[in-house]
């Protein structure tokens, strides 16, 4: 299995814009996660879904943060607009809800808002 | 709320020694798992060790292995016979057993250092 797969790697973009993130869990996995680590705040939930339902978005920072599950293979998480303190490292990561094992996690994507 | 506290922000080891991370964390759950991920520069997060609460024995994993103390909710991590290639930060990581594959919650992290 190629892993959780995480798009952009990294992206810089000016405050004010649009930044989509885009994550496609292991295949057969139907709990998906997003986090995001900062030097702050550490690693902490953004939101997470099972089977394509979001069930906790209460770590979502704002309203210009929204996610989508539109289907079991991929996921976006959108910033609009950006702002520099939105800059951090964000991770996907999914996990098989029916063994209740742990979560694997994408490669995560570095975000810089200039 | 679940809280993970790592109290090490930072810890060394000699090339082929042992080193001792420190976690604590606090829960009124009973059923639960804790893990330790590793975190190299790359920012890949590797799982390193699972605990599931239930079990009394403490989990082992090559030169990797684990404190589990339930009554003082007490999870540390042991690495023997340390590597360069062990230097990274780690996290400790505790997520409840209920209702399936719930989130993670994470301590702040340990930097280890690995001196040759």
């Known amino acids: 299995d190629a892993g959780v797969i995480q798009s952009p790697r990294h992206e810089v973009t000016e405050m004010g814009q649009e930044v989509t993130l885009r994550c496609k869990p292991i295949s057969g996995h139907d709990y998906l996660f997003w986090y995001r680590q900062t030097m702050m705040r550490g690693l902490e939930l953004l939101i997470y879904f099972n089977n394509n339902v979001p069930i906790d978005d209460s770590g979502m920072p704002e309203d210009r943060f929204s996610a989508k599950m539109p289907n079991a293979s991929f996921s976006t998480l959108k910033i609009q607009p950006s702002e520099p303190r939105d800059s951090a490292v964000y991770f996907c990561?999914?996990?098989?809800?029916?063994?209740?094992?742990?979560?694997?996690f994408g490669p995560g994507t570095r975000l810089l808002v200039l | 709320a679940q809280t993970v506290t790592q109290s090490q922000p930072e810890m060394s080891v000699q090339e082929a020694e042992t080193v001792t991370l420190s976690c604590t964390y606090d829960?009124?759950?009973?059923?639960?798992?804790l893990f330790w991920y590793k975190q190299p520069p790359s920012r890949q997060m590797i799982l390193v060790i699972r605990?599931?609460?239930?079990?009394?024995q403490n989990a082992t994993e090559n030169r990797f292995s684990v404190n589990f103390q339930k009554a003082a909710k007490s999870f540390s991590l042991k690495i023997s016979d340390s590597q360069l290639g062990d230097a990274a930060m780690y996290f400790c990581?505790?997520?409840?057993?209920?209702?399936?594959?719930?989130?993670?919650?994470f301590g702040k992290g340990t930097r280890l250092s690995v001196i040759a």
């Open positions: 605990q599931e609460a239930y079990k009394q």
């Open positions: 990581a505790y997520r409840s057993a209920y209702s399936g594959n719930t989130p993670l919650v």
């Open positions: 990561a999914s996990g098989d809800g029916d063994r209740e094992e742990t979560q694997y």
């Open positions: 829960t009124s759950e009973s059923d639960y798992y």
